[in-house]
Antibody
Framework: EVQLVQSGAEVKKAGESLKISCKAS????????IAWVRQMPGKGLQWMGI????????RYGPSFQGQVTISADKSITTAYLQWSSLKASDTAMYYC??????????????WGKGTTVTVSS | QSVLTQPPSVSGAPGQRVTISCTGS?????????VHWYQQLPGTAPRLLIY???NRPSGVPDRFSGSKSGTSASLAISGLQAEDEADYYC???????????FGAGTKVTVL
């Protein structure tokens, strides 16, 4: 069974750093991109970026470029999302998901349960 | 403002059929990129409901169906059930933004 298991909830202060994780199992980790998606409280879904664990190639959404760092460690089949200096506006639920590419687009077929990040000012 | 436009809410009685529209533009849905749909039950992660405009993943009931024409797509739920109360999001890819785009979501209420 394909699974993405995310790390637990985090409570941080503004200015602190943070790295959350997403451990994959049940498929060949190095052959699928992993996406990160943000959901702010009471709001919709926003795509943040993706990483290809095979060679660590990374792409970022325009709103998130320079704001976060996405990475992966293929030796432990885990993807990461990190911040160097959190802001209160980073308070949200963060989901990782496996990305599927077709000849006419991209979608996310398996999702993690999410990691809640709360940042106090 | 979301790049893909969905109605904020739709409602229906049990057993009825409801549809949710998703309208894009020439840089996403109109450019030939597929539309995909996700269901998010309260307090849970999104779940893939429809991919490639009209395909259901294994385990998704055939009460859910999707279609696309031009810049617009729609999700239909027939035989509405109480367990279908959720938020539904459409998603595509935008070539101008080089970004994966979601609609703002539609809340389905079963009366």
């Amino acid at each position: 069974e394909v699974q993405l298991v995310q790390s637990g909830a985090e409570v941080k202060k503004a200015g602190e750093s943070l790295k959350i994780s997403c451990k994959a199992s049940g498929y060949k980790f190095t052959t699928y991109w992993i996406a990160w998606v943000r959901q702010m409280p009471g709001k919709g879904l926003q795509w943040m970026g993706i990483v290809y664990p095979g060679d660590s190639d990374t792409r970022y959404g325009p709103s998130f470029q320079g704001q976060v760092t996405i990475s992966a460690d293929k030796s432990i089949t885990t993807a990461y999302l990190q911040w160097s200096s959190l802001k209160a506006s980073d308070t949200a639920m963060y989901y990782c998901a496996r990305r599927i590419a077709t000849s006419s687009g991209y979608y996310m077929d398996v999702w993690g349960k999410g990691t809640t990040v709360t940042v106090s000012s | 403002q979301s790049v893909l436009t969905q109605p904020p809410s739709v409602s229906g009685a049990p057993g009825q059929r409801v549809t949710i529209s998703c309208t894009g533009s020439n840089s996403n849905t109109g450019a030939g990129y597929d539309v995909h749909w996700y269901q998010q039950l309260p307090g849970t992660a999104p779940r893939l409901l429809i991919y490639g405009n009209s395909n259901r993943p294994s385990g998704v009931p055939d009460r859910f169906s999707g279609s696309k024409s031009g810049t617009s797509a729609s999700l239909a739920i027939s035989g509405l059930q109480a367990e279908d109360e959720a938020d539904y999001y459409c998603q595509s890819y935008d070539t101008s933004l080089s970004d994966y785009v979601f609609g703002a979501g539609t809340k389905v209420t079963v009366l």
